[in-house]
């Protein structure tokens, strides 16, 4: 079974806007941090941003600062990553992942990231297309 399911992709013009979302099954969000990453065809992936359930903490890599925001609904245990100023270069299949938060010590950082990829729980990704 899929244990985080991303959804909310889809084909947008250049400048638009989507809000992807990222919800779990068999757990909760309370006790985790909950990350992005996305990758685009012949590139590596890339750490986007993440959140912490138990501080409220979040990163941002400095490409989408100003245009992206990350959210947590704890009652609706979901994940929101809303997009704003879409561009091409934001296009690829977005990833979200989920880790225990006892492995992260203090507010998240660009070195959270590397925790997700390396302790986290994934999903399947959504697809992200944005056209000129």
């Known amino acids: 079974d899929v244990q985080l399911q991303a959804s909310g992709g889809g084909l947008v013009q250049a400048g638009g806007s989507l809000r992807l979302s990222c919800a779990p099954s068999?757990?909760?969000?309370?006790?985790?941090?909950i990350g992005w990453f996305r990758q685009a065809p012949g590139k590596e992936r890339e750490g986007v941003s993440c959140?912490?359930?138990?501080?409220?903490?979040?990163y941002y890599v400095d490409s989408v600062k100003g245009r992206f925001t990350i959210s947590i609904d704890i009652s609706k245990n979901t994940v929101y990553l809303q997009m704003r100023g879409l561009k091409p270069e934001d296009s690829g299949v977005y990833y979200c992942?989920?880790?225990?938060?006892?492995?992260?010590?203090?507010?998240?950082?660009?070195?959270?990231?590397?925790?997700?990829?390396?302790?986290?729980?994934w999903g399947q990704g959504t697809l992200v297309t944005v056209s000129s």
């Open positions: 992942a989920a880790v225990f938060h006892h492995r992260i010590h203090g507010p998240v950082t660009i070195k959270t990231m590397t925790s997700l990829v390396d302790y986290g729980t």
């Open positions: 959140i912490s359930a138990s501080d409220g903490s979040t």
């Open positions: 068999g757990f909760t969000f309370d006790d985790y941090v």
